[in-house]
């Protein structure tokens, strides 16, 4: 059974660093790309982060460019997102996010989800 488990969110102060992990069992996922994304209350399911199947190629929303960075440690079987410089709109559901054929920010193209991990940066 594919699966994947976000851990490491919490409740942080603003200007605080966190690390996001996503560890994926069932099978490898070296050979895909895999996403963060999040989720504030009342609002939709926004694109953070991903990175292509080898750890070489990635891509960050504008909101997060220079704070975060998404790793990928195929031998793990595990995603990253290293947080610094958390602000209050980082608060949200952060959930990872895996294709076998994507590179994308369309959340409708990644075929497998977590079940999120929640992060609240207080000011």
């Known amino acids: 059974q594919v699966q994947l488990v976000e851990s490491g969110g919490g409740l942080v102060q603003a200007g605080d660093s966190l690390t996001l992990a996503c560890a994926a069992s069932g099978r490898s996922f070296s050979g895909d790309a895999m996403g963060w994304f999040r989720q504030a209350p009342g609002k939709a399911r926004e694109f953070v982060a991903d990175?292509?199947?080898?750890?070489?190629?990635?891509d960050y929303a504008d909101s997060v460019l220079g704070r975060f960075t998404v790793s990928k440690d195929n031998d793990k079987n595990t995603l990253y997102l290293q947080m610094n410089a958390v602000k209050p709109e980082d608060t949200a559901v952060y959930y990872c996010?895996?294709?076998?054929?994507?590179?994308?920010?369309?959340?409708?193209?990644?075929?497998?989800w977590g079940q999120g991990t929640r992060v609240t940066v207080s000011s």
């Open positions: 990175i292509k199947w080898d750890g070489l190629t990635t």
């Open positions: 996010a895996a294709d076998p054929t994507r590179f994308s920010r369309e959340p409708r193209n990644y075929l497998y």
